[in-house]
């Protein structure tokens, strides 16, 4: 026996009975069940007076909610959320599943959206249709996008969506929301507001580099989409309902973090060995610098981050772009008008978290070099106060007049300290392949004492130090 008059997830008991010619009805059999409807012919075939549809909803003579009528769930407190779920739970019969599937609201510990809380200063999303309108044609615009959403037009699934809360007024937080030049971090460091700095300046191609994202990454369908990284209900991820992890390191994890880039693996899904044909250069495959223990890193104990910890990513970029004028989706953190593309821009750039050994850092607001004062990296002093090694060591090359880019000694800046002497680049990597002592042809040429009261001139007593890493 089939019955497609059930309404999807709602159970019911059946009881057999037979008719003879004379149309005689015998008694019916005793009840079995129960039986959880799956019938899956979807409701939302669009709002017309009188359809049958209608009914899969709502129950207008008795109704569990007083609003919109809509029909039992046998869930006890009977809501919109409830009666969504009552479908789109996995066994209702709707082919989404957004209670228990992945990135589905069940997921309480995870991030993202959250539904039938209160109390929560800008909690646009409480119910189902904050975002959906349930009375579309599925067929004609899937995934169900209202037509107003926060009171802004957004007739379209993809960034017109989102944007219409994660807007210029900042309306899905509400009041003080911080800068990106100053945005706020939970006690672990991670920036927990303050990280999007607008439509315009997200949708920008020239200040936001994820603005290219290709279409079809992630669920987007459309470039630059908010779906390429963010799951659109919820997440297992801790923060920003991402579609992997981005979170700083503990003692437990930072040696995992540091071998494999799990630390980050909602930026190396696509930065890593998979990486898209349109991620390319020097952002292509940021994992591999990890590999072996390498990467960019915390050398000190003593502040947020375990030593060895690999450096959060979020602490020199900002996946939104930068309203600063910075390029490569630098933090607006860091300063403004940063670009690591001439050797200068480059020093300016390790210099807006590092201190140079005469004991000054960048200040991008003045343009020029100015003394070091209290400030801190991940709760490490930036002059050095406590044994930390942000405060570069006092050998040639590290002083504010110098010129030259940080990376033609230590490399690009996702592993500078992959090379011998803890951070120096190995001699001469970037003229050719490293040399002996008596191979002149690349680096510098071996130089003996004056004389026998000199001491040797060697790599380490003249220009590079064997414990003199740069990292924090």
Not at 76 to 84: I, K
Not at 209 to 226: F, Q, V, Y
Request: net charge negative; proline share 7%.
């Amino acid at each position: 026996m089939e019955d497609e008059d059930g309404i999807p997830g709602q159970s019911y008991h059946y009881a057999v009975s037979a008719m003879d010619a004379e149309g005689e009805e015998s008694a019916r059999s005793a009840p079995a069940g129960p039986v959880r409807s799956a019938w899956t012919r979807s409701p939302h075939g669009g709002s017309v007076a009188g359809s049958p549809l209608c009914g899969t909803c709502h129950a207008s003579h008795a109704a569990g909610s007083e609003r919109s009528v809509l029909r039992r769930t046998g869930a006890g407190a009977e809501t919109e959320v409830t009666l969504c779920l009552s479908c789109h739970d996995g066994q209702g019969g709707a082919s989404a599943d957004v209670r228990s599937g992945p990135g589905g609201f069940a997921t309480a510990a995870g991030s993202g959206h959250r539904m039938g809380v209160s109390g929560l200063a800008g909690a646009l999303t409480r119910t189902c249709s904050s975002c959906h309108s349930p009375h579309k044609d599925a067929s004609e615009h899937p995934k169900l996008p209202a037509s107003v959403v926060n009171g802004k037009s957004a007739g379209r699934a993809g960034n017109e969506w989102c944007l219409a809360c994660h807007d210029a007024d900042a309306s899905w937080f509400g009041e003080g929301y911080p800068a990106t030049s100053a945005p706020l971090r939970a006690g672990n460091g991670y920036p927990v507001a303050g990280t999007f700095p607008g439509p315009a300046t997200y949708a920008d191609p020239s200040r936001n580099a994820h603005a290219r994202i290709p279409s079809g990454e992630g669920t987007a369908d459309e470039a630059g989409g908010c779906l390429a990284c963010h799951e659109p209900h919820r997440s297992s991820a801790p923060y920003d309902g991402l579609r992997g992890a981005l979170r700083p390191s503990t003692a437990a994890t930072a040696a995992e973090d540091g071998r494999t880039g799990a630390f980050a693996e909602a930026c190396f899904r696509c930065h890593g060995d998979g990486a898209p044909e349109a991620v390319t250069g020097a952002a292509a495959d940021v994992r591999a610098a990890y590999a072996g223990g390498g990467g960019h890193r915390i050398r000190t104990a003593g502040g947020t981050l375990p030593a060895g910890a690999p450096m959060p990513c979020y602490d020199c970029h900002n996946p939104h772009g930068s309203s600063r004028g910075n390029a490569g989706l630098l933090s607006d953190e860091l300063g403004g008008g940063l670009d690591p593309s001439t050797p200068e821009g480059y020093r300016a750039v390790c210099l807006s978290c590092h201190t140079s050994t005469d004991g000054e850092v960048w200040d991008s607001d003045d343009g020029r070099y100015v003394a070091v004062g209290a400030q801190t990296v991940e709760g490490l002093r930036r002059d050095g106060t406590g044994g930390g090694a942000l405060r570069l060591s006092d050998i040639p090359g590290h002083g504010s007049a110098d010129t030259g880019a940080c990376s033609a000694c230590h490399g690009g800046p996702h592993d500078p300290a992959s090379r011998v002497s803890e951070g120096a680049q190995e001699v001469g990597a970037n003229a050719g392949p490293a040399q002996t002592s008596a191979d002149t042809t690349y680096g510098h040429e071996p130089v003996a004492p004056a004389d026998e009261t000199d001491a040797p001139v060697t790599c380490s007593s003249s220009c590079h130090s064997s414990s003199g890493a740069t990292q924090p």
